[in-house]
């Protein structure tokens, strides 16, 4: 059974950084599109950053660009996003969420936000903060 565990968020001061797992099992992550989301308070949900599976290409929003950084460590079956320099607008839950056969990591990161994961469903994700 697919399940996709997230984890790592919490209440930080801007400039901080902090590192969300999304900690997978049922399956191994060679054959899937991979990508984090969130969501803030009144927000719609947003791809933050993906990638995908054909040619291991990224895509991060420009909101996060230069700051985030997506990772897998197969080994561990677990997905990574690595946040920097955060801003109050980082607030939200995230996500985690595969899919397959997307056309670019854009668009699986586009089309998930909008119409929810391929594999399984949105798990409770994790919040993160970020207040002075």
């Known amino acids: 059974q697919l399940q996709l565990v997230e984890s790592g968020g919490g209440l930080v001061h801007p400039g901080d950084s902090l590192r969300l797992s999304c900690a997978t099992s049922?399956?191994?992550?060679?054959?899937?599109?991979i990508g984090w989301f969130r969501q803030a308070p009144g927000m719609e949900r947003e791809g933050v950053s993906c990638i995908l599976n054909y040619d291991r290409s990224t895509f991060y929003a420009s909101s996060v660009k230069d700051r985030f950084t997506i990772s897998v460590d197969k080994a561990k079956n677990t997905i990574y996003l690595q946040m920097n320099s955060l801003e109050p607008e980082d607030t939200g839950v995230y996500y985690c969420?595969?899919?397959?056969?997307?056309?670019?990591?854009?668009?699986?990161?586009?089309?998930?936000?909008?119409?929810?994961?391929?594999?399984?469903?949105w798990g409770q994700g994790t919040l993160v903060t970020v207040s002075s």
């Open positions: 049922g399956f191994t992550l060679d054959a899937y599109d």
């Open positions: 969420a595969l899919g397959r056969k997307h056309p670019s990591a854009q668009a699986m990161c586009s089309m998930t936000a909008r119409l929810g994961p391929q594999m399984g469903s």
